[in-house]
């Protein structure tokens, strides 16, 4: 049953169109995601959708009662933003709506909160809309993901993971296309050099041709005509190529090869060097005494829930503590959402120039990696937006003249593509990362060694979250039947994809229904 239908939306912003979708339909019960770069709307349109504003053009039609959790929460309270964030959900849930829309639910919750949010969100009955940062968050709660790009609206089946592969088969299948297209115009090309070479030729009398057969035809008007067909031919094939067009080519990211300081003696050796270290704020403990090393190259992730010492523990590491050893061969980059870094007079290149010795195009390959394309680059830092500061901010961290870089939740602010382009840097990244972060796929991904501060405890564990959480079931059984489930997915969709019907899309709902009972 439809419980929200819009049409023809439209909606500019000054001069600028967010978007122009021709229709949206929500169903009863239904779980959507809503993705996007920042700036391209996705706001904006929950606020049309749950009648907060107006589109320009357009009309909403709602059958049932729409409650919406804002991002900007008012924060005019002793609370904290957590708990401020924890306030609204519950309010908003004892509602009881029919349609649910959540733009940034997760924001300022630790761990154990937003995992309390999931658990929330998944007995709920009504329907859900929501607006995350979050991957595994969207994994575990969207059976449905809305992409806003360009000011169009796409909609794809699954979770986020299913749109993300998805995506990629897309990215694989233009990049087929572009490389078919150059081909057959290389091809082309040659054709026609050929023509007009024998063009050329058939203005000479060919060897071969007799004096009786001059005679009858007559030299010239035989070369002549000759010449005409061949230069026709030659013409038709330009009119071919002009036919094929430009296929857009997939941006290729260059690899990325740094020169970090004292490389040769970095790698693997102790860099910090922790005796029976402690950490309190006043009178309160927030972790008892602990010994531990950290290596060159090492990607540790310091978790734990909100007000547990995480940005306390950071801090003593790189401000120096009585118990703690740093070798002289280590140099800091530390992010912490200090924007005024910037020179918002100075274009972006120009401010990530001042604190790197790195070649340009080793810049230009990060800020490209940062989405920041050609022109891009020559933008002043006044003019970005708040995610694309952060951006810059990381970046030039990136680049500095540093080997260890200490990054406080540097996932805020960032849209999706952004964050997975920070993790890829990170991955490659020859140095070592400390990083403080709640966002579980990206712990995941970039970690190599957890340090938990749960209980007045510093808990290590060797390798990734996943290695950490005794709930996983990667190497169990479960975990064997869900990787056949998620095949079997990719191959539904595929088929969807090309030829859609009504037994497909049975057989989809179906696997993921069963992939979401054994993540359960």
């Given at each position: 049953?439809?419980i929200l239908k819009?049409?023809?939306?439209?909606?500019d912003?000054?001069?600028?169109?967010l978007?122009?979708?021709?229709?949206?339909?929500?169903?009863?019960?239904e779980?959507?995601g809503?993705?996007?770069?920042?700036?391209?709307?996705?706001?904006?349109?929950?606020?049309?959708?749950s009648?907060?504003?107006?589109p320009?053009?357009?009309?909403?039609?709602?059958?049932?009662?729409?409650?919406?959790?804002?991002?900007?929460?008012?924060?005019?309270t002793t609370?904290?933003?957590?708990?401020?964030?924890?306030?609204?959900i519950?309010?908003?849930?004892?509602?009881?709506?029919?349609?649910?829309?959540?733009?940034?639910?997760t924001?300022?919750?630790?761990?154990?909160?937003i995992e309390?949010?999931e658990?929330?969100?998944?007995?709920?009955?009504?329907?859900?809309?929501?607006v995350?940062?979050?991957r595994?968050f969207l994994?575990?709660?969207?059976?449905?993901?809305?992409?806003?790009?360009?000011?169009?609206?796409?909609i794809f089946?699954?979770?986020?993971?299913?749109?993300a592969?998805?995506?990629?088969?897309?990215?694989?299948?233009?990049q087929q296309?572009f490389e078919?297209?150059?081909k057959?115009?290389?091809?082309?090309?040659?054709?026609?050099?050929?023509?007009?070479?024998k063009?050329e030729?058939?203005?000479?009398?060919?060897?071969n041709?007799?004096?009786?057969?001059a005679?009858i035809?007559?030299?010239?008007?035989?070369?002549?005509?000759?010449?005409?067909?061949?230069?026709?031919t030659?013409?038709?094939?330009?009119?071919?190529?002009e036919?094929?067009?430009?296929v857009?080519?997939?941006?290729?990211?260059?690899?990325?090869?740094?020169?970090?300081?004292?490389?040769?003696?970095?790698?693997?050796?102790?860099?910090?060097?922790?005796?029976?270290?402690?950490?309190?704020?006043?009178?309160?403990?927030?972790?008892?005494?602990?010994?531990?090393?950290?290596?060159?190259?090492?990607?540790?992730?310091?978790?734990?829930?909100?007000?547990?010492?995480?940005?306390?523990?950071?801090?003593?590491?790189?401000?120096?503590?009585e118990?703690?050893?740093?070798?002289?061969i280590?140099k800091?980059?530390?992010?912490?959402?200090?924007?005024?870094?910037?020179?918002?007079?100075?274009?972006i290149i120009?401010?990530?120039?001042?604190?790197?010795?790195?070649?340009e195009?080793?810049?230009r390959t990060?800020?490209?990696?940062?989405?920041?394309?050609?022109?891009?680059?020559?933008?002043?830092?006044?003019?970005?937006?708040g995610?694309e500061r952060?951006?810059?901010?990381?970046?030039?961290?990136?680049?500095?003249?540093?080997?260890?870089?200490v990054?406080?939740e540097?996932?805020?602010?960032?849209?999706?593509?952004?964050?997975?382009?920070l993790?890829?840097?990170?991955q490659?990244?020859?140095?070592?990362?400390?990083?403080?972060?709640?966002?579980?796929?990206?712990?995941?991904?970039?970690?190599?060694?957890?340090?938990?501060?749960?209980?007045q405890?510093?808990m290590?564990?060797?390798?990734?979250?996943?290695?950490?959480?005794?709930?996983?079931?990667?190497?169990?059984?479960k975990?064997?039947?869900?990787?056949?489930?998620e095949?079997?997915?990719?191959?539904?969709?595929?088929?969807?994809?090309?030829m859609?019907?009504?037994e497909l899309?049975?057989?989809?709902?179906?696997?993921?229904?069963?992939?979401?009972?054994?993540?359960?």
């Open positions: 049953m439809q819009a049409n023809h939306i439209k909606h912003i000054q001069d600028h169109r978007f122009d979708i021709s229709q949206l339909l929500i169903h009863e019960n779980r959507i809503l993705v996007g770069s920042n700036g391209c709307g996705k706001t904006t349109l929950l606020r049309i959708l009648g907060e504003i107006k320009d053009e357009g009309m909403v039609v709602r059958k049932v009662t729409c409650k919406l959790i804002p991002q900007l929460k008012n924060i005019d609370d904290s933003g957590g708990e401020v964030t924890q306030k609204y519950q309010q908003a849930l004892a509602e009881k709506p029919g349609l649910l829309i959540a733009d940034e639910p924001t300022n919750l630790d761990t154990a909160h309390w949010v658990k929330e969100l998944k007995i709920f009955r009504g329907a859900l809309l929501l995350s940062h979050d595994a994994d575990a709660l969207c059976t449905t993901i809305w992409e806003i790009s360009d000011g169009c609206l796409r089946k699954g979770n986020y993971r299913d749109y592969e998805q995506k990629e088969l897309e990215r694989r299948q233009e296309a078919q297209n150059e057959e115009k290389r091809k082309i090309i040659e054709a026609i050099r050929q023509k007009e070479q063009a030729r058939a203005t000479k009398k060919p060897k041709l007799s004096g009786s057969e005679r035809t007559g030299s010239k008007p035989y070369f002549a005509k000759k010449q005409k067909k061949l230069q026709q030659a013409k038709a094939m330009e009119t071919r190529l036919k094929l067009g430009e857009k080519k997939t941006k290729e990211l260059p690899p990325l090869k740094m020169d970090l300081p004292n490389a040769d003696s970095f790698n693997k050796r102790v860099i910090i060097r922790a005796h029976e270290h402690s950490g309190q704020i006043g009178q309160r403990v927030l972790w008892k005494n602990k010994s531990f090393t950290i290596k060159g190259g090492d990607k540790l992730a310091i978790i734990g829930t909100n007000g547990s010492g995480k940005t306390t523990f950071i801090k003593k590491l790189i401000e120096g503590a118990d703690v050893t740093v070798s002289p280590v800091i980059g530390y992010f912490s959402q200090n924007l005024s870094v910037l020179d918002t007079k100075k274009t120009e401010n990530v120039q001042l604190s790197s010795k790195q070649s195009t080793t810049i990060v800020l490209a990696r940062m989405r920041f394309f050609n022109g891009d680059v020559y933008k002043l830092a006044g003019v970005l937006s995610g952060v951006k810059v901010v990381l970046a030039k961290i990136f680049l500095s003249d540093a080997n260890v870089l990054l406080d540097p996932t805020n602010y960032l849209d999706m593509d952004a964050v997975e382009a993790e890829q840097l990170l490659e990244y020859e140095g070592s990362v400390i990083f403080v972060s709640h966002d579980r796929c990206f712990i995941e991904n970039v970690a190599t060694r957890i340090f938990e501060i749960k209980d405890e510093i290590i564990t060797e390798g990734a979250l996943e290695e950490k959480d005794e709930n996983q079931f990667s190497r169990s059984d975990g064997e039947q869900l990787l056949i489930i095949t079997k997915i990719s191959e539904v969709l595929g088929k969807l994809s090309i859609p019907n009504a899309e049975q057989e989809f709902q179906r696997l993921l229904k069963h992939k979401r009972e054994l993540m359960e």
